[in-house]
T-cell receptor
Framework: SQQGEEDPQALSIQEGENATMNCSYK?????LQWYRQNSGRGLVHLIL?????REKHSGRLRVTLDTSKKSSSLLITASRAADTASYFC???????????????FGTGTRLTIIP | DGGITQSPKYLFRKEGQNVTLSCEQN?????MYWYRQDPGQGLRLIYY???????QKGDIAEGYSVSREKKESFPLTVTSAQKNPTAFYLC??????????????FGPGTRLTVT
């Protein structure tokens, strides 16, 4: 499986409910980032969580990181129709002497909020 | 979509023709990136540039070329050597040239169709 795999691949919930998406990865990371993509648009950065952090909040978003399990979760509380989008996690590896580290994106979770 | 512009939004080309996708940013960011996204897939890195007049191949550079003559601009040429050029192309930038340790800002994307 790829570095940064999201689960589930698709999720449909009623407006007002909470949505949880998970991301698993394989190698040690410097940070993990979550992005949102509306259909046919560019990605928008949501949250960056560093490897020494366990939880971060931004508005209705809560991200957790468990480096022992190599996993992260994104929780969107009180979902709205406007939250309908694809959500991607991306992992940044630990720095190396080569300086050629790259962000690796997962395949995303497609979230649909039903009004 | 921040301060990154990509043009055009839709591009149609005949097989065998080279085509250049534009990416401009006014964020004064050092690093710029080109990604390719296929339906239902995550992003794959084509090329990236950490500083003017320098760029590195990403994971899928074959059939593509780039230049970075100005800090603001990072055009991508899809050559006739690219076997499956039809895709959604995303340009991104980040504040630092120290790898993927900061968030990336994305343009709105260019959808290229080659027939």
């Amino acid at each position: 499986s790829q570095q940064g795999e999201e689960d589930p691949q698709a999720l449909s919930i009623q407006e007002g409910e909470n949505a949880t998406m998970n991301c698993s990865y394989k190698t040690s990371i410097n940070n993990l980032q979550w992005y949102r993509q509306n259909s046919g648009r560019g990605l928008v950065h949501l949250i960056l969580i560093r490897s020494n952090e366990r939880e971060k909040h931004s508005g209705r978003l809560r991200v957790t990181l468990d480096t022992s399990k190599k996993s992260s979760s994104l929780l969107i509380t009180a979902s709205r129709a406007a939250d309908t989008a694809s959500y991607f996690c991306a992992t940044a590896p630990k720095p190396s002497n080569f300086g050629n580290e790259k962000l690796t994106f997962g395949t995303g979770t497609r979230l649909t909020i039903i009004p | 979509d921040g301060g990154i512009t990509q043009s055009p939004k839709y591009l149609f080309r005949k097989e065998g023709q080279n085509v250049t996708l534009s990416c401009e940013q006014n964020l004064n960011h050092d690093a710029m990136y080109w990604y390719r996204q296929d339906p239902g897939q995550g992003l794959r890195l084509i090329y990236y540039s950490q500083i003017v007049n320098d760029f590195q191949k990403g994971d899928i550079a074959e059939g593509y070329s780039v230049s970075r003559e100005k800090k603001e601009s990072f055009p991508l040429t899809v050559t006739s050597a690219q076997k499956n050029p039809t895709a959604f192309y995303l340009c991104a930038s980040s504040i630092a040239n120290t790898g993927p340790f900061f968030e990336q800002y994305f343009g709105p994307g260019t959808r290229l169709t080659v027939t």
